[in-house]
Structures are given as structure tokens and as C-alpha cells.
């Protein structure tokens, strides 16, 4: 299985980025890599930051992670690698993720609760990959579709 890692742009909720860290120690994943005004675990005075090690359960001590204001400079770097970075987001383009195969190390980026990924990071993009959903709403919370992508990339 290739090497995962994660993206998070600009997530507001705390509780979510979480999750996502608790998800990801449970998929495999190598690092998860925070942008934007998203929180990271631990705050600008050095403290751990209660929000996230209540809904991560130890996964934040767990994961390797790293923040950078712009995810651009991640995405570079890692392109650079050889790794694919793929979006998860619903747009025209976008592939139904069961149809995604993972070939090489893979970047999943997740973006904000409401706005998801913008039109600027989704050119920054090899592939998109959306969750079809059927019920009234729109869309899945950041932190169940960071589980249903990565728990596919298992098979």
C-alpha cells in the first residue's frame, strides 16, 4: 500500500481536526499537514489544545503533523516527491472516489466545513474525488468524508 498523508485547509472546527486525527491513526496515515486558520494541536503559547484531544483520543500524539500557512508550499514539495494530490471535493471534474486507485504516495486534501476546496487549490490538483451522496443535503461533514477516503484507500 502507498504511503498517505493529509491536507487540512482552513477547517474552523476544532472538534473536526480531531476526528480527522483520530481517523487518519486508525487508516495509516504518515502525516497530516495543517493550513490556513485551520488549529493544530497545540496553540501558539505551546499548549494542547483541549478542542482537538477531546474527539482525537491520543491520534494528535499519534500522527506526525505540520502546519504551514499556505498549502501551496506543501503541495509543491510533495509533487516534487513523485507523490499525487488529489482533492476531495464535490466539482464537474471531480471522479466517484470508488473509482480512484492509488498508485503512488498520495496527499488527500480536505477543505473548509462550508466553502470546501477553492477553485485555486483544486488546480493544484491530479485528480478530484467526490462521495455521492442521496439524501436532501449536500454534503458529507469534513470529518466523515476525511473516514470514507481513507478507509477506501485500504483495499
Known amino acids: 500500500m502507498a504511503e498517505t498523508a493529509v491536507l487540512l485547509h ?15 491513526d486508525a487508516a495509516g496515515v504518515s502525516k ?11 496553540d501558539r503559547f505551546g499548549r494542547p489544545r483541549r478542542e482537538i484531544g477531546k474527539t482525537a483520543l491520543g491520534g494528535e500524539l499519534c500522527v506526525a503533523w505540520e502546519y504551514k500557512k499556505s498549502p501551496s508550499s506543501v503541495i509543491s514539495r510533495l509533487k516534487t516527491g513523485g507523490w ?7 466539482d464537474p471534474c471531480a471522479i466517484d472516489y470508488r ?3 492509488m498508485t503512488c504516495p ?20 491530479d485528480v478530484l474525488v467526490e462521495i455521492p451522496v442521496h439524501g436532501k443535503k449536500e454534503s458529507l461533514n469534513v470529518s466523515v468524508a476525511a473516514g ?8
Do not use: M, W
Not at 10 to 24: C, D, P, Y
Not at 84 to 90: K, L, Y
Not at 148 to 155: D, E, G, K, V
Open 10 to 24: 482552513n477547517i474552523r472546527s476544532a472538534h473536526n481536526v480531531g476526528a480527522i486525527f483520530r481517523t487518519a
Open 32 to 42: 497530516i499537514y495543517l493550513s490556513g486558520y485551520t488549529p493544530t494541536p497545540i
Open 84 to 90: 499525487q494530490i488529489v482533492g476531495v471535493e464535490q
Open 99 to 101: 473509482e480512484f486507485k
Open 106 to 125: 498520495t496527499l488527500f486534501i480536505l477543505g473548509n466545513e462550508v466553502r470546501g476546496i477553492s477553485k485555486g487549490l483544486r488546480d493544484q490538483c
Open 148 to 155: 470514507i477516503i481513507l478507509f477506501s484507500t485500504l483495499q
